[in-house]
């Protein structure tokens, strides 16, 4: 099974609209990551939580980690066709040193229509 | 200033052939990391660099897999000899020291045949 759940696997929206992508696990992580990737790119660092509670924000997107810090989400407020891509959230599941062992969801594909 | 570049962008090769793949990181990076995705599957961990150290290869699949990075700049990946199920995207990133952004290279896309 997935050590890090992502729901939805695929959405599609009208540009304007909102939308919330979902990334869990049965564990505690120690600092998760959110990235985006288009087609034949690398993936693009979108934003990084480590304390239960936090919450970042940049541009029209948000992050959230809960307080067990076993679930995010990340929130687009009026979708534009240029956030379309893949979005993959990742996690580092044990706190040591310079762990960058990160384990990753399957990714949410994300479309907008004009 | 240059991202992390990775070459060569696709490979093709038979089963039983050897493959090189290289990343170049963003330069002063010393940690280096690689990662694969199989098709369907999630992104998997394969090792970690520190300089030229290897600082954890625990996702290291089995020993037809080298990993190198002589004098903590470029790393290789080698795979020797090649099997059917070594295909998909190998991805290389690298980060300064700390728990911040890795930036990921475009991938290296490897089909074997």
């Known amino acids: 099974s997935q050590e890090l759940e992502q729901s939805p696997q695929s959405l599609i929206v009208q540009e304007g609209k909102n939308l919330t992508i979902n990334c869990t696990s049965s564990?505690?992580?120690?600092?998760l990551y959110w990235y985006k990737q288009k087609y034949g790119e690398g993936l693009i660092f979108l934003m990084m939580?480590?304390?239960g509670g936090e919450e970042k924000s940049h541009e029209k997107i948000t992050a959230k980690l809960d307080e067990k810090k076993q679930q995010s989400s990340l929130h687009i407020t009026a979708s534009q066709p240029s956030h379309a891509g893949i979005y993959l959230c990742?996690?580092?599941?044990?706190?040591?040193?310079?762990?960058?062992?990160?384990?990753w969801g399957l990714g949410t594909s994300l479309a907008v229509n004009p | 200033e240059a991202g992390v570049t990775q070459f060569p962008s696709h490979s093709v090769i038979e089963k039983g052939q050897t493959v090189t793949l290289r990343c170049d990181p963003i330069?002063?990076?010393?940690?280096l990391y690689w990662y694969r995705r199989v098709m369907g599957k999630e992104i998997k961990f394969l090792l970690h660099?520190?300089?030229?150290?290897?600082?954890?290869e625990s996702g290291m699949p089995n020993n037809r897999f080298l990993a190198e990075r002589t004098g903590g700049t470029y790393s290789t990946l080698k795979v020797q000899p090649a099997e059917l199920e070594d295909s998909g995207v190998y991805f290389c990133?690298?980060?300064?020291?700390?728990?911040?952004?890795?930036?990921f290279g475009q991938g290296t896309r490897l089909t074997v045949v």
């Open positions: 939580l480590q304390k």
């Open positions: 660099f520190v300089k030229e150290s290897k600082q954890d």
């Open positions: 564990k505690t992580l120690y600092g």
């Open positions: 330069s002063g990076h010393d940690n």
């Open positions: 990133a690298s980060s300064q020291p700390g728990l911040g952004e890795a930036f």
């Open positions: 990742g996690a580092r599941s044990y706190n040591a040193g310079n762990n960058r062992k990160l384990i």
